[in-house]
């Protein structure tokens, strides 16, 4: 439904997903390609915070953290469209209390320029939500 929408659509115009109903899997995950992603999702994992979760993997530009402020702005973003803004806020304190580092997702365009601007791709601490220092251009 929300991959569906038109909302997904202009905001995240280039993420194309399959979900697969995996049942020997362990772990949900989300596996990004060149024509889109696919999300392993085991019987165990089959809630909806989960599948936002791994659709926040796909949605997040290539070079960024895998966890880190990006992930978690646009996991956030997710979870208020696809479940409403008081779970979203629950969400939102959750990362608060734990000091996870959140950036807002600006759209599209924003995040393509930030990359081009940086010229690397940023490597860091995905679980903490830290950044390494970004190698900038002379």
Known sequence: ?????????RQFPSVRCVVLFDQ???YARAHKGVH???IQFPH???????L????????SPTGTIGHG???????LLLVQQGMGEPVAAQLASHFFARRVRVQPY???????????R???TRRGIAARGHSAPTARRP
């Open 52 to 59: 936002l979760h791994e659709l926040a993997h796909l949605a």
């Open 24 to 26: 020997g899997a362990k």
């Open 69 to 75: 402020p990006v992930f978690a702005g646009i996991y």
């Open 1 to 9: 439904e929300l991959l569906a929408s038109s909302w997904w659509q």
């Open 118 to 120: 940086r010229g690397v």
């Open 44 to 50: 165990r994992a089959r809630t909806q915070l989960t």
């Open 106 to 116: 600006e759209g599209p365009r924003h995040h393509d320029l930030v990359r081009r």
């Open 36 to 38: 889109g992603g696919a």
